[in-house]
Every structure is written in structure tokens, then in C-alpha cells.
T-cell receptor
Framework: NAGVTQTPKFQVLKTGQSMTLQCAQD?????MYWYRQDPGMGLRLIYY???????DKGEVPNGYNVSRLNKREFSLRLESAAPSQTSVYFC??????FGGGYTFGSGTRLTVV | RKEVEQDPGPFNVPEGATVAFNCTYS??????FFWYRQDCRKEPKLLMS???SGNEDGRFTAQLNRASQYISLLIRDSKLSDSATYLC????????????FGKGTLLTVNP
């Protein structure tokens, strides 16, 4: 089982460029999440989708948009990248019942120059 | 008070030592508690769920203290391979699926 797959693994963007980070899970999980991880800041929730068809803002949503394309896929879009968005981005999924915690993807290392 | 706070690191211990981490939370309605392990430049991986009655998995013991609002992770007989960052994740009140994480505690086990 692949679990949670994120693409790309690495990306360098110029300020103002846009891009979409892709995430797919094959565990039939209802909920999916996007976090960013910065040194000294820990994991911070950007957006989440409790179930297919719903999305909600997390702690740090500014500058991002998301799409829950179907039950498997949850994408994160940066419309106009800024250096402050340089970070490691993790996608995660979980069952709504939540007994088992999250499964994380391997992350996307994004640098905005 | 921050929602979730962890012991500041780093912890440097010799092989065979016992080490304990704590994680405090501010929302008394928090419902689900987890410990994750994160290796350098890797994703966090679930280490243990934390149950009200406490739970043990080999050398690892997790406990929940609702009265004082903290969870703990005890590692006995530390191995070199235990070196990693340990994150606590807590689902706070009103949402049993949205986790808030601590900033993590770096553990280095030395030979």
C-alpha cells in the first residue's frame, strides 16, 4: 500500500509564480489535511477536509487554496508564491472516527526565491 | 497559554537510559492524544495513541493525565535508533479529528 502520496517532492518557485501540490491516499480515509512545518514553529494546519465535499481553514490559510477533488485526492494551491511560503508541506489523512491518528505523506520541500 | 506545549529539547542521553517527555494542552475538552516520531527530513509517523488507562508498547509507555492536562511518553532502555524528534498531537474540543501538534522534542541517544 502506498498510503499517502505527495507530489512533487521538491520545488523551487520564483516569487509570484503559482503551483499546486498534489496529495492522494489509498486508505479510504474520510479526512485529509495540509500542514506546513517550519523550524521552530512545528506543524501548523493550513486547510483540512473533514469529508469529501467539505473544506475548512486551519491556523494559517492565507495565501493558499485547496480542492477536495474526490475522496482520494486533496490538492493545495499557491496562487502567488511568496518567500514566506518557503516550507515543508505535509499532507495527511485519517478516518473520521479517528482512532488511529494520521498517516502523513513524505512531504514537499518548497523554496520560494 | 499555548494550545499544545512540549518540553523544550534537546535531550541527549546515553544508550540504555530512560527518558521521559511531557506535553501539556490547554483545552480541557481535548479528546484524542497521540505521540509521533519524526526522523530528520522525513514525515512524522504515528508512534502511539494515548489512552485514558495508559498504554505500553515494548519499551514505550504513554500516559494521559486529564486532571493536569498533559500526556507523557516514557522510553526505557534507549537505543541509538530512538534518536529522532518526538511530537505530540492532540485533537482539541469540538473536533475529534483535527490535530494540533507540539513543536517537538529532539532526542539524541549517544553510544
Amino acid at each position: 500500500n502506498a498510503g499517502v502520496t505527495q507530489t512533487p517532492k521538491f520545488q523551487v518557485l520564483k516569487t509570484g509564480q503559482s503551483m499546486t501540490l498534489q496529495c492522494a491516499q489509498d486508505m479510504n480515509h474520510n479526512s485529509m489535511y495540509w500542514y506546513r512545518q517550519d523550524p521552530g514553529m512545528g506543524l501548523r494546519l493550513i486547510y483540512y477536509s473533514a469529508s469529501e465535499g467539505t473544506t475548512d481553514k486551519g491556523e494559517v490559510p492565507n495565501g493558499y487554496n485547496v480542492s477536495r477533488l474526490n475522496k482520494r485526492e486533496f490538492s493545495l494551491r499557491l496562487e502567488s508564491a511568496a518567500p514566506s511560503q518557503t516550507s515543508v508541506y505535509f499532507c495527511a489523512s485519517s478516518d473520521t472516527g479517528f482512532g488511529g491518528g494520521y498517516t502523513f505523506g513524505s512531504g514537499t520541500r518548497l523554496t520560494v526565491v | 497559554r499555548k494550545e499544545v506545549e512540549q518540553d523544550p529539547g534537546p535531550f541527549n542521553v546515553p544508550e540504555g537510559a530512560t527518558v521521559a517527555f511531557n506535553c501539556t494542552y490547554s483545552n480541557s475538552a481535548s479528546q484524542s492524544f497521540f505521540w509521533y516520531r519524526q526522523d530528520c527530513r522525513k514525515e512524522p509517523k504515528l508512534l502511539m495513541s494515548v489512552y485514558s488507562s495508559g498504554n505500553e508498547d515494548g519499551r514505550f509507555t504513554a500516559q494521559l493525565n486529564r486532571a493536569s492536562q498533559y500526556i507523557s511518553l516514557l522510553i526505557r532502555d534507549s537505543k541509538l535508533s530512538d534518536s529522532a524528534t518526538y511530537l505530540c498531537g492532540i485533537a482539541h474540543g469540538g473536533s475529534n479529528y483535527k490535530l494540533t501538534f507540539g513543536k517537538g522534542t529532539l532526542l539524541t541517544v549517544n553510544p
